[in-house]
């Protein structure tokens, strides 16, 4: 049982933990990011039992579908975290947040945020008005994967699991258990209401420093496929890009018409790294020179080069 003093921080960003859909409509046709933070936690009273005696308070950073998120909302993000995890009796952050771009904002902080304390993301799959609501369940399970602590990091919390920020992926656009960490499989279950920990946090990235006034370097995403063309490579170059992220077939390799336009990019200063379109699995070490070896996704490909690029 937590003291009265130690507090829980819930920041709202939106969602479709936050969204609601007109009485009597269907779960698809509801809007994300409708209801605030703290009308969230009103609705959720098994809150204070996950909590074991901690206070929950709540700040709304924002409130939108995860789908615009922008480098504007997490400078916010981050500049609320640093402040709440400083505070003495803040035992950890939980973040609620859409599913959509999710893996982003977890690999994001997991590379720029430093703290002794836990932080966790969490989302849902149906609104807060669904029947199915599976908000409610993730946000006590946030709050007492935070509250019972022993970890510090960033983590996700969904469907009774805690995964690493770097391994989430989201595999189902529609399924109530829409994410899962591939090969690595989740860092805790939860079974018969207690938390099973079958590993540590992965060793992180080495940490970006990075703020609000840090800018942001240009770097675009594309794919290798049958019939690959390689206009867009020298349009992005003659407007300035900075980064290319190609995924790749297979094993890394690149259809010959933009590997040849790729290598023309890279010789003129754009950086190039490649990850693979295979959803399991990471590279082998590149022979092209194009990238470490990675197991990053292409979302979370490019916010590694792009902070790559800022720490250069
Ligand atoms: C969003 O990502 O904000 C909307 C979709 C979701 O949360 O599932």
Not at 10 to 36: H, R, W
Not at 50 to 62: H, L, M, N, Y
Not at 67 to 86: E, N
Not at 172 to 196: K, Q, T
Request: charge should be negative.
């Amino acid at each position: 049982m937590q003291n009265k003093s130690s507090t829980v921080v819930v920041l709202g960003t939106g969602g479709t933990i936050a969204g609601t859909a007109p009485s009597g409509a269907g779960d698809s046709s509801y809007v994300a990011a409708q209801l605030s933070v703290a009308e969230l936690l009103a609705g959720v009273p098994e809150l204070v039992a996950a909590a074991q005696g901690a206070e929950i308070d709540a700040e709304q950073v924002a409130q939108i579908d995860s789908k615009d998120m922008s480098w504007s909302v997490w400078a916010r993000l981050l500049d609320r975290l640093k402040h709440h995890l400083s505070r003495p009796e803040v035992l950890g952050v939980v973040i609620t947040h859409g599913t959509d771009t999710l893996e982003e904002t977890a690999y994001f902080l997991h590379r720029v945020l430093q703290t002794t304390k836990p932080v966790v993301l969490t989302a849902a799959m149906r609104p807060a008005t669904s029947t199915e609501a599976d908000g409610p369940r993730h946000l006590c399970q946030s709050v007492q994967v935070v509250v019972e602590g022993g970890w510090a990091g960033v983590a996700v919390v969904l469907q009774s699991e805690v995964h690493d920020a770097s391994t989430i992926r989201k595999m189902y656009p529609r399924a109530l258990r829409a994410f899962a960490s591939g090969d690595v499989g989740p860092l805790a279950v939860l079974e018969n209401g207690v938390w099973c920990w079958r590993r540590a946090l992965l060793a992180a990235d080495p940490l970006v420093p990075w703020d609000e006034g840090t800018p942001w370097p240009w770097v675009e995403v594309l794919h290798s496929h049958a019939g690959a063309r390689a206009e867009a490579v020298s349009s992005w170059c003659a407007a300035g890009v900075q980064g290319l992220v190609v995924v790749a077939t297979g094993n890394g390799t690149v259809h010959h018409e933009l590997e040849t336009a790729l290598r023309q990019a890279q010789a003129a200063g754009v950086v190039v790294w490649r990850c693979t379109r295979c959803p399991q699995g990471g590279l082998e070490p590149d022979s092209l020179g194009w990238s470490p070896a990675s197991h990053l996704p292409p979302a979370q490909t490019r916010i590694a080069l792009m902070l790559n690029l800022i720490s250069k």
